[in-house]
């Protein structure tokens, strides 16, 4: 009888002390959420939206030039990141003991722990000091390096979550291993695999550092690639920075909206993982 | 045995083993053309460097015919089955020795095709192991990567594996759902299914029925009759009844070696070595 109260004691403890470290991670996350949507939510407008920016001093306007820079700098930026960091990846899964794989996964590491203005340096040194003028391919490039070793890593540990009965059983049927890794590997690991990109894709929109020296930003709407541009998170900074209450303001709400394009892409992955066809087990 | 002599009207029977003079020749054999469908010379393989797992296994199993292989647990028989299908190939570090071969042609020659044995060498695992995909595809993976059908005759070939396996009935209103919904059981015979959807030449099936009900398991058996006019069979099971019911050659191994290798009759009713007798009447294994 005793030791039934003892136990149910300590469950319900431990239970509650879980619970507290659920809170307690949460409550940053909407402190930070509430405070972007009370400061930012009252300047997100229609003009905030489809306007460029207003002459310094001139009350309103809007971050479109921003929102369209961002979409091209990431979009390009994914278009070369995320094949190659896939195949980089199912390549170390499938080959793992080869001595490419070990030292792209080294590689890998290592990128993953650059600090991200360094790659930024980089992109500055290889493209923009060359060419003699800033541009947003150049951005692209810097974030395109730290998707690859982010989505490699993804890719890899979720090709290696596939059974290898399953492996077998492709293969017992007479596939050939390259149909086997893409038919049956890769095709179920699909939706892990989309998340990453999704994920990688929604840490690198936010991404400043690697922007300063690349992208530089713009005050104008721009879809040239070849040239600087603007976009959300060096608006922010731009526009926080500042001296006007006005900017302020701006720099509010134009996080909020990068906030929620974080948001958006991370609510995409979960439903992209929650597949039919998902590995059971 | 077995009802072989209703089959010997319909079909010439399995040649002898060549290898094997002492065995009395069937009466049938004579017109039988064809070798063994599965041969192995003094065949060795391990895992990695240290001793052998498997040790001078010398047996032929005839074309068109069922035949057991029993032996206490971890004795290699699974070993001994993916070693047929080159299943063993992923893994680093594995070493053979001695010859194997399938109709007639090495397993583990340098120029082998190994997706080409695999087609013709069919595989039911020890575990399931049914895709993540619909019951549908599972079965007709095979024959559209092979491209064995017509894609209009597909359904028909799906639904002729899934009643071959026994499954059909439980699954035909649910094609399109996920396999891995299944029971273990069913997937089990999905495996089945889908082996059979590729028409391989041999099929080796390795303890098929553990994990079915008696009712499941008796219509396996009654498919592995079946199917013994086309195919070649070789089954791996623990069950001693299963054995002398479905096969008419039995081999036994024990600690990775081929103790005996004879006509099911013998091997259970007068079998050479003690150990094999031993094992079969329960007293060790
Ligand atoms: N992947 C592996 N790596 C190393 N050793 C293995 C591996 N698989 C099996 N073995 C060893 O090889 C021996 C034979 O195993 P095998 O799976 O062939 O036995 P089995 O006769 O099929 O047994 P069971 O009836 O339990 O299925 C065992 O001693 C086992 O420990
Ligand atoms: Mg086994």
């Known amino acids: 009888m005793n030791r039934r109260i003892w136990r149910r004691t300590r469950s319900g403890l431990m239970v509650g002390l879980v619970g507290l470290a659920v809170v307690l991670a949460l409550v940053p996350l909407g402190l930070i959420l509430g405070h972007l949507l009370v400061k930012g939510a009252g300047s997100l407008d229609w003009a905030f939206f489809t306007r460029g920016p207003a002459p310094t001093g001139v009350e309103g306007g809007g971050v479109v030039h921003a929102i369209v820079g961002t979409l091209i700098i990431v979009g390009v930026a994914s278009l070369m990141g995320l094949p190659v960091g896939i195949a980089a990846g199912i390549y170390c899964a499938e080959y793992p003991g080869t001595r490419l794989a070990t030292a792209t996964r080294f590689v890998a590491d290592v990128m993953n722990g650059t600090p991200s203005i360094v790659v930024g340096v980089f992109a500055w040194t290889w493209i923009v000091a060359p060419q003699k003028h800033f541009s947003a391919f150049a951005g692209s490039v810097a974030l395109a390096f730290l998707m690859v070793p982010m989505v490699l890593r993804t890719t890899e540990e979720m090709i290696k979550l596939v059974p290898h009965s399953l492996r077998e059983a492709a293969l017992a049927l007479g596939y050939p291993r390259w149909r086997t890794s893409l038919a049956v590997v890769v095709r179920t690991t699909l939706p892990g695999i989309v998340t990453g990109s999704l994920l990688a894709v929604a840490r690198i929109a936010g991404e400043t550092a690697p922007l300063l020296f690349t992208a530089l930003g713009s005050q104008f709407l721009s879809t040239r690639i070849d040239q600087p541009m603007a976009a959300l998170p060096l608006v922010v900074f731009n526009y926080a920075i500042g001296p006007f209450e006005e900017w302020h303001r701006l720099a509010w709400a134009t996080a909020l909206v990068l906030i929620l394009v974080v948001l958006v892409l991370s609510v995409a992955a979960r439903i992209a993982t929650r597949g039919r066809f998902t590995l059971r087990g | ?285």
């Open chain 2, 1 to 285: 045995m077995n009802g072989e002599g209703a089959l010997a009207a319909r079909r010439p029977l399995p040649a002898p083993d060549p290898t094997r003079p002492t065995l009395a020749p069937r009466p049938a054999a004579a017109a039988a053309p064809a070798g063994p469908a599965l041969e192995a010379v003094d065949f060795h393989f391990a895992y990695g460097p240290g001793d052998w797992t498997l040790a001078g296994i010398t047996l032929a199993v005839p074309p068109r015919a069922v035949t057991a292989i029993i032996g206490p647990s971890g004795c290699g028989k699974s070993t001994f089955l993916r070693a047929v299908n080159r299943m063993h190939d992923l893994m680093p570090g594995t070493r053979h020795a001695g010859e194997l071969r399938v109709a007639g042609r090495p397993v583990y020659a340098p120029g082998t095709d190994v997706v080409a044995l695999r087609q013709r060498v069919g595989m039911v695992f020890q575990r399931p192991n049914p895709f993540p995909k619909s019951v549908y595809d599972n079965v007709a993976y095979g024959p559209r990567l092979n491209r064995l059908v017509d894609t209009r005759d597909l359904p028909d070939l799906v639904e002729r594996c899934l009643r071959q396996a026994a499954l059909w009935d439980e699954v035909k209103d649910r094609l399109d759902a996920p396999a891995t919904g299944l029971s273990g059981g069913q997937q089990q015979r999905l495996c089945i299914a889908r082996a059979l959807g590729n028409q391989p030449d041999l099929l080796l099936m390795d303890e098929p029925c553990s994990a079915l009900d008696p009712i499941a398991t008796q219509r396996v058996e009654e498919l592995i009759f079946e199917l013994k006019q086309d195919y070649t069979i070789v089954i791996v099971t623990h069950n001693m009844q299963q054995a002398a019911r479905v096969s008419s050659r039995t081999a036994f191994f024990d600690l990775g070696r081929l103790v005996e290798y004879d006509e099911t009759g013998r091997i259970f009713t007068n079998p050479a070595h003690e150990r094999t007798e031993a094992y079969i009447t329960g007293r060790f294994g």
